[in-house]
Nanobody
Framework: QVQLVVSGGGLVQAVGSLILSCAAS????????MGWFRQPPGKEREFVAT????????YYADSVKGRFTSSRDNAKNMVYLQMNSLKPEDTAVYYC????????????????WGQGTQVTVSS
């Protein structure tokens, strides 16, 4: 089992940057693919990014491609989401999640979820 704690959210101006961190417990962290999702106000949760267990493969939603980068440090049980050129439409609660599966954008494939952190981008 994996427990996930997300941190790093906050208020940032448009075109600014923010980095989110996801700390994982458990000795088998490196065997999980990890995902980032977000839930904008009044909308459903949506896929942002996913990264393979070794960090070699990453996939992004079209809306964040070229602006967001996911990475991981398995020695520290950490996953990161670097967010650059932020836009007001990036405002959402951001979640990290772990899956036994290969990297995927499918919410239902994720087995464990962090608590979420609020990111607000002002114009």
């Amino acid at each position: 089992q994996v427990q996930l704690v997300v941190s790093g959210g906050g208020l940032v101006q448009a075109v600014g940057s923010l980095i989110l961190s996801c700390a994982a417990s458990g000795r088998t962290f490196s065997s999980y693919a990890m995902g980032w999702f977000r839930q904008p106000p009044g909308k459903e949760r949506e896929f942002v990014a996913t990264i393979s267990w070794g960090g070699r493969n990453t996939y992004y939603a079209d809306s964040v491609k070229g602006r967001f980068t996911s990475s991981r440090d398995n020695a520290k049980n950490m996953v990161y989401l670097q967010m650059n050129s932020l836009k007001p439409e990036d405002t959402a609660v951001y979640y990290c999640a772990a899956t036994h599966s290969t990297p995927t954008s499918l919410i239902g494939s994720y087995n464990y979820w962090g608590q979420g952190t609020q990111v607000t981008v002002s114009s």
